[in-house]
Each structure stands twice: as C-alpha cells, then as structure tokens.
C-alpha cells in the first residue's frame, strides 16, 4: 500500500513539475528569472482606504502584488494567466513587484 501512495505521489509530482517547465518555455528571458514565473491562483480587487479605483491583487506560488493602472499585458500562450514577479535586487524585503503579466486574448 505504502509503495502504491509513493508512485501516486511521483507522478503526481512530476506532472506538475512537466506543466511548470513546459510553461517556463515560453516565457520570455526579458521576465522569467529561472523561477520567477508561474501561473495566477487567484485575483482579487480591492477599492482604497482613502477611495479611488478598484484595484487588482493577482497571487501566484511567488507571492502577491498589485497590478499597476495601466500595466502592459502580454499574451499568454496556454490560455491562462501567468505573472512574473520578484524581489527587488537592492532589497530583498522590499514588497515583491511584477515583471511582467500575461493574459489570454479574451480577458
């Protein structure tokens, strides 16, 4: 039973290791930092405390940021949102901000 759980656990694992590295291929090297791409989990909005806009919270396994008004969208090439983010180089505990963000053609 113990070895059945264990090669269900593997190829669970390298499933999802297959769709990020297949996703990772086309990402362009102007964004993606080895690692720092991955598809959205999840969006959210957000109107200010002191009013204004709503604005979108968008999460992946790297964090959360805000997406900036008029940021520049790229296709995505699967049909799902994906967004690059990190830290900035000078300050690693500075919030985490996006690199690029990628959106199907329909949304």
């Not at 269900?8 to 102007?30: L, Q």
């Amino acid at each position: 039973m113990k070895a059945i759980v264990f090669c269900v656990g593997s190829i669970v694992g390298t499933i999802v290791m297959a769709t990020s590295a297949c996703a990772h291929s086309w990402y362009p090297k102007d964004c993606c930092n080895d690692g720092d791409c991955a598809p959205v989990e999840s969006i959210a909005r957000f109107v200010p405390a002191g009013g204004g806009d709503p604005q979108l919270i968008i999460s992946s396994r790297h964090g959360s940021a805000i997406v900036p008004e008029n940021y520049p969208v790229r296709e995505s090439k699967d049909g799902r949102m994906h967004v690059c983010m990190r830290h900035s180089p000078s300050d690693p505990f500075a919030d985490i901000g996006i690199v690029c963000l990628f959106m199907p053609p329909s949304m």
